[in-house]
């Protein structure tokens, strides 16, 4: 329990920690206020046995409640605020503490997979998190102050029936010990039949052709089956041995109150207390198992609030990089790596690589899949830092450069085009922010983006809403048209990109001519044709540069340059 | 969709456990039963007590009893939570089995119109997530609401005046719990509001992030994100401390039984019309009356939960299932495919009409046409994968629709340029083409397609696990490991849908020269944008907004079709093999 409560603290800021401290101290006042039930009963009852009682006495153990209830009221009001407030500012300062840590995070980081991930975080994950980040601490603690604050006021009434009511207490936490290792000794395999399951399941949604084409449904699908008919067994395992420890903790209550009604009764018979005192510590006896039920063991929850906890600091935890430093206006575009070797999860991926590219020359890579020729062009725009050597912009390290500095002078027109949810108008304008209408139909112009005024609403047509669907090429020339309004001094060009349709082709090629007009032009290349007007030519493999230079004089080589462009024209004439 | 409340719905789904439920119902029955009665033995200690019985054996039987009967308690509790538990776990396996045969059966469209990662959020941990609810539902909500009905008979039978006094808290409860309500559509909408606004503002910002740092942009976005995540906690706090007064009034009074019981329970003595062991006794049973309710009360939340995340798996086992009889009607017999007025749409849009095509058994097709002309949609109907809106597809003389998925599958492979590959080794992933296949089956079939000695070069080989992480095969490669699964599976009929768009040169040829090979007898059809490779089919299907426009050879379609002669002419400009010209 104790251990939950810091998981979930070391999650909230100090402010909001205070917050939850004072709620719990609240909660403690609740707790003693509640357990002002035991001298009402006992001063009730006191004057039945000994013949006092009056109307009066009715009043007074009625003020003895509702004092304290008034008191726990007010208690409760702040201490339900204060958790509100902390539940759900600190689920909100998480989620900009996320968003903050983005702009420090390398470019490089960020793929399809990693933004699904943090999306869901910062969306899913905190919202189920600030519904039990509200509760979490009542939930935890009441019962536990309740029981402790009945049985300190059972010792008022009679120290031996105290005593067996801690003692009671302490065997029923000690249960809690034993439940929590048991849930821990079945964790691990628990956790092995949840990703058996998650990664059948995955497999079956994403690859759902495949299972229907190739039959894997119905009774072939055994993997899933046997992942399937796994789980079930390990938690029908897991919770059925549980559930007899459980039940004998209940039945551990039980006997706390068996116990100190039979100690009571003696007492009683003894003549050492007297009838009031019996009654009111037999009462006690109910009150304690009632709050000792409700402590509950909040497995679930605290599965919850780890998983939270873990996910947002996964995030948090993904190294940044320094990115304020000089604003630097380019000269040139000269670029130069300078022994620059890189490496991710372990493996090197840029190998010691040494090159020049100069402003205003149209350069390409050229490698198979996997050898790094992307890479390089990220490391370029410093979507990562590299671990040896430097990458230089006119003359000056990227790292030196403020990160908006160095992102002024480059544009990329990757394959995975991303367009704002608002109007295009607005899309373009992102990059330039004062363009005038001038400015924005001569980009769409440039960028071959007629369409747009055949739109009902023109250009300010919000893009990605029900009705206003553009189909892929024209998203990716919109992309382009922004692009051109941004007006950066180097392009960066991955060709995978132009793998459309002949029609589409055409219209992309000329937009992609407009944007690369006059600007140092670096290209991923996949195709050939492309290729041969560039100044240079890098072939990569496996993280070097293996032969640079003219088509003309690559193809006078042998080498993978030579082979690549034989191998494409066998593919090209390919024929069924 | 006919509305179900959660308990059909798990009768449903629990199938051959339903009985579990109903004895673990009994048993909680009993449970609460034999928890209640002690409470008659705890009146009998109170009564003997005034009574200044001083022999302690005189309650020794009462102690018994008291701890027999919870002795019977906490065994009937176990059974009740065990087959409640085992019944649980048995629903949840059923039901997310019919969930995925259900996907399996049902039109490929509408399984791609659900999102991915719901679909899987839903059939893992959404579905895992109502296992309390499921197991803990039945046995707890049945003894906590028996629990409070038992013991407020009880108290009724010893005194009707107190058992009705120990609901006036209860009462001043409610009413104060119904007071919260008012305002709270305004509040909740706002609520729901921000919460969108802040969901679609963080959606935006993470994933425009690269866009937003390519341009500069991050101060700006940052600040509207903060400003929607501040706003979103916002309106949830002011909602509760507009209703904080009433909930926290709710909360204390409404358990406080004691609050009327004991006053009012004293006037009734002092006017002589109660025994004070009566009254001693009302007091104890009135402690522990409410908690049950309240308990019950806390679970209504996750039943509506569980309730919800049930309807989302009951609208997916629901969904519209292909048309296929159990059993096939005839057997194809060739591999030719004849299509007869087939119209097609997706939602409101037709994008094919009226398509007659005879393609003869072991005849090499080519579907060629503008992009979103209809060409791949022609050859996902051919597939399976959808049903024609109107019109019938035959295969061998056998409409495809009097065959079950399973035998049709075996005649068709269907190959597109994203296939997806399986979180297993690289060999059972192609064994997958054929599940009766042995290693050295598999291993052959590799070397036939060339990719065995790629294969051979990982550094395990066969075993290496393709998943999305863990290995690094590159796109041509997973493309190259997943025409070898086709061609495992060994059918009359393969459908290339621009298998090799998206690979770089270097895997293309190789696998453009292996796919020659295999496909040698079979009733072949390749869709493709370079239209050099198709030149030489036995037929070219010119698509074209929907319609066949044109059919025949290469050069009959050159002499015949004006469209298709643009097309030509643009691909041998476009063309990349004309480096050496």
Redesign the interface.
């Known amino acids: 329990m104790i251990k939950m409560l810091r998981m979930f603290f070391s999650f909230c800021n100090k402010k909001r920690k205070r917050q939850f401290y004072l709620a719990i101290v609240l909660t403690i006042i609740m707790g003693i206020c509640e357990a002002s039930?035991l001298p009402?009963?006992w001063w009730?009852?006191k004057n039945?046995f000994e013949g006092t009682?009056?109307?009066n006495?009715?009043?007074q153990?009625?003020l003895i409640?509702?004092i304290p209830?008034a008191i726990?009221?007010i208690c409760?009001?702040a201490s339900?605020?204060l958790q509100?407030?902390g539940g759900?500012?600190s689920?909100?300062e998480k989620?900009?503490e996320i968003?903050?840590h983005?702009?420090y995070v390398p470019?490089g980081y960020?793929n399809a997979?990693s933004?699904?991930y943090?999306?869901?975080v910062?969306?899913n994950t905190m919202?189920q998190l600030?519904d039990i980040a509200?509760r979490v601490v009542m939930l935890v603690t009441t019962g536990l102050i309740n029981t402790v604050i009945v049985v300190l006021a059972l010792f008022f009434f009679d120290w031996r029936i105290g005593l067996v009511a801690l003692v009671g207490v302490i065997i029923y936490l000690a249960f809690n010990t034993i439940m929590k290792h048991l849930g821990k000794k079945f964790a691990p395999i628990k956790e092995k039949a949840?990703l058996g399951?998650?990664?059948n399941?995955?497999?079956?949604?994403?690859?759902?052709?495949?299972?229907?084409?190739?039959?894997?449904?119905?009774k072939?699908?055994k993997?899933?089956?046997d992942a399937?008919?796994y789980?079930?067994k390990v938690?029908?395992k897991a919770?059925?041995s549980m559930?007899?420890v459980a039940?004998?903790q209940?039945?551990i209550t039980?006997?706390i109150g068996?116990a100190m009604?039979?100690v009571a009764?003696?007492l009683?018979?003894q003549g050492v207390n007297d009838?009031a005192t019996?009654?009111t510590v037999?009462?006690g006896s109910?009150?304690i198992?009632?709050s000792l039920?409700?402590m509950g063991t909040f497995s679930?929850l605290s599965k919850i609030i780890e998983r939270c906890v873990q996910r947002a600091n996964e995030i948090l935890g993904i190294k940044t990089m320094k990115i304020t430093g000089e604003n630097h206006e380019t000269k040139t575009t000269d670029i130069e790596f300078k022994n620059v070797s890189f490496s991710y999860d372990k493996?090197k991926i840029i190998d010691d690589v040494s090159l020049k590219i100069k402003g205003n020359s149209k350069v390409a890579f050229v490698g198979?899949?996997?050898s790094g020729k992307t890479t390089i062009c990220h490391l370029m725009a410093r979507f990562w830092d590299v671990q040896e050597g430097g990458v230089f912009l006119d003359g000056k390290n990227v790292k030196d450069y403020n990160?908006?500095?160095l992102?002024?002078n480059?544009?990329?027109v990757f394959q995975n085009v991303?367009l704002?949810?608002d109007t295009i108008a607005n899309n373009l304008k992102?990059?330039k922010e004062n363009a005038t209408q001038e400015e924005v139909d001569n980009a769409l112009k440039l960028a071959c983006c007629d369409f747009v005024y055949d739109l009902p609403q023109g250009i300010n047509t919000v893009i990605g809403e029900g009705g206003s669907t553009l189909?892929g090429?024209e998203l990716q020339r919109l992309s382009i048209a922004r692009a051109i309004l941004?007006d950066s001094k180097i392009v960066i060009l991955d060709e995978?990109t132009a793998?459309?349709?002949?029609?589409?082709?055409?219209k992309l090629m000329n937009a992609i001519d407009a944007l690369t007009k006059n600007k140092t032009v670096i290209m991923i290349a996949?195709?050939?044709?492309t290729v041969?007007d560039c100044d240079n030519i890098f072939v990569i493999d496996e993280g070097k540069v293996v032969q640079s230079g003219k088509?003309d004089e690559l193809m006078k080589q042998e080498g993978i340059y030579k082979r690549?462009?034989l191998?494409?024209?066998?593919?090209?004439?390919?024929?069924? | 969709m006919k509305r179900r409340g959660l308990l059909s719905i798990l009768f449903d789904y629990a199938s051959d456990k339903k009985r579990y439920y109903i004895v673990s119902i009994i048993a909680a029955i009993i449970s609460v039963a034999s928890g209640i009665i002690p409470f008659y033995f705890v009146a009998d200690i109170i009564t003997k007590l005034i009574d200044h019985k001083d022999v302690f054996t005189d309650y020794l039987m009462d102690i018994i009893m008291i701890l027999v009967f919870f002795l019977i308690k906490g065994l009937f509790h176990v059974i009740s939570t065990s087959l409640s538990h085992i019944a649980a776990f048995q629903i949840i396996k059923t039901t997310r089995k019919r969930a995925t045969d259900s996907l399996a059966l049902a039109s490929l469209g509408d399984v791609k119109d659900e999102n991915s990662g719901s679909l899987k959020n839903t059939l893992c941990e959404r579905i895992d997530s109502t296992e309390t609810t499921l197991a803990h539902i039945i046995p707890e909500v049945t003894s906590s609401v028996l629990c409070f009905l038992g013991t407020f008979v009880y108290l009724m039978i010893l005194d009707w005046r107190m058992g009705l006094f120990s609901l006036i808290p209860v009462l001043i409860g409610l009413i104060s719990y119904g007071t919260m309500t008012i305002g709270y559509g305004r509040y909740y909408k706002t609520c729901i509001d921000k919460t969108k606004i802040l969901n679609d503002t963080a959606v935006e910002y993470i994933n425009g992030i690269e866009v937003i740092k390519a341009f500069g942009k991050s101060e700006s976005s940052y600040e509207k994100f903060e400003r929607a995540a501040k706003e979103g906690a916002s309106c949830f706090v002011e909602w509760m401390r507009n209703s904080c007064v009433s909930f926290t009034i709710a909360m204390s009074v409404a358990p406080y039984t004691l609050l009327a019981i004991l006053p009012l329970g004293g006037i009734l003595y002092y006017n002589g019309l109660i025994p004070i062991n009566t009254f001693v006794i009302c007091v104890l049973m009135s402690i522990g009356l409410i908690a049950p309710l309240i308990n019950a009360m806390g679970h209504a939340d996750d039943i509506s939960k569980a309730q919800v995340i049930f309807k989302e798996i009951d609208r997916i086992v629901r969904i519209k299932q292909l048309d296929r009889p159990k059993v096939s009607k005839a057997l194809p017999k060739d591999s030719s495919i004849s299509i007869k007025d087939v119209s097609f749409g997706y939602k409101n849009e037709e994008v094919l009409h009226d398509i007659n095509l005879d393609i003869k058994a072991g005849s090499q097709v080519a579907f060629v046409g503008p992009s979103g002309a209809g060409k791949s949609t022609i050859a996902k109907l051919i597939a399976s994968l959808w049903d024609p809106n109107k019109g019938d597809i035959y295969i061998g003389g056998v409409n495809i629709k009097d065959l079950t998925l399973e035998d049709y599958n075996r005649e068709v492979s269907y190959v597109s340029q994203n296939n997806y590959l399986f979180n297993v080794s690289i060999m059972e992933n192609i064994r997958m083409g054929n599940l009766n296949a042995s290693d050295e089956e598999v291993i052959d079939i590799c070397k036939k397609c060339g990719v065995h000695d790629f294969i051979m070069n990982l550094e395990q080989g066969y075993d290496t696990v393709v998943g999305d992480s863990g290995s690094h095969l590159s796109g041509g490669e997973r493309q190259r490991i997943s025409i070898a699964r086709a061609m495992m599976k060994n059918s009359k009929i393969v459908i290339l849908d621009e298998a090799t768009a998206y690979t770089d040169p270097e895997n293309e040829s190789i696998i453009q020269k292996s796919l020659a090979e295999l496909v040698k007898g079979k009733t072949l059809i390749v869709i493709a944008h370079r239209l050099s490779t198709i030149i030489n089919s036995d037929d070219i299907v010119l698509v074209n907004n929907g319609v066949i426009e044109a059919h025949g050879k290469h050069q009959e379609l050159l002499d015949k079709s004006e469209l298709y002669r643009n097309m030509w002419n643009a691909h041998i400009q476009a063309k990349d093999g004309d480096i050496n010209d």
């Open positions: 039930k009402a009963i009730l009852f039945i009682f009056s109307i006495t009715i009043w153990s009625l409640m509702i209830l726990s009221c409760r009001y339900t605020m509100c407030d759900y500012g689920t909100c989620r900009i968003a903050e983005l702009r470019m960020f997979n933004l699904g943090i999306t869901s910062t969306t919202e600030s509200t949840d399951i998650l990664s399941i995955l497999d079956y949604v994403l690859g759902i052709s495949e299972v229907k084409s190739y039959n894997l449904y119905g072939y699908s993997r899933m089956d399937n008919e789980g079930r938690y029908s919770e059925l559930i007899p039940t004998i209940t039945y039980r006997l068996a009604t039979i009764i003696i009683c018979i009838l019996t009654m037999i009462i109910y009150i198992y009632a039920d409700s679930t493996k198979p899949s996997g990160i908006d500095s992102m002024d480059f544009t990329f991303y704002f949810n992102m990059a189909s090429g941004k995978a793998n459309v349709d002949p029609e589409n082709e055409e996949h195709r050939l044709k041969r088509h690549f462009v191998d494409r024209k066998d593919a090209v004439s390919w024929k069924i």
